[in-house]
């Protein structure tokens, strides 16, 4: 399954309790449709991601980037510390394509220089520039 969406925030390193790391972000998914009434509705869902290839993801998963990501989706419910019974969807993303540079900061500077280096792990080649289109 193949998902486009921005990260919601910069992607986070954490570790299982046998000590394996994995890198879990959330992505913002945008759709919209035509309503009976012809009027055109617009809605967001936010994605709970997790990427267990490599760590060094998380140098280029910053907030605001677009990202194609393919991978399967896996339920979970778990009880919340009250006892209530929770459930939630978690993409298990195997890989990680950016599509753009990452939307500009509020005090107009782009997250890119946080980034650091692509990770060639992922599907972008070393030495591509996004900012050369093919069309």
């Known amino acids: 399954m193949n998902i486009i969406g921005r990260l919601t925030k ?10 394996k790391e994995v890198v879990n972000f959330s992505i913002a ?7 009976k009434a012809g009027q055109r509705i617009e809605q967001t869902e936010f994605v709970d991601c997790s990427y267990w290839l490599t760590p060094k993801a998380v140098t280029f998963l910053v907030k605001g980037l677009l990202v194609e990501l393919s ?5 979970r419910a778990w009880l919340s510390s009250d006892g209530t019974a929770k459930a939630g969807l978690n993409f298990h993303t195997s890989a990680i394509k950016p599509l753009g540079k990452p939307a500009k900061q509020e005090n107009g500077q782009s997250t890119e220089a946080s980034a650091g280096k692509q990770n060639a792990n992922t599907t972008v080649q070393e030495g591509s ?3 050369d289109l093919p069309f």
Request: net charge negative; aromatic share 4%; glycine share 8%.
């Open 10 to 19: 910069n992607a986070e390193v954490s570790k299982t309790p046998n000590g």
């Open 29 to 35: 998914v945008n759709d919209s449709y035509k309503n």
């Open 129 to 131: 520039d996004d900012d």
């Open 71 to 75: 991978g399967r989706i896996s339920a």
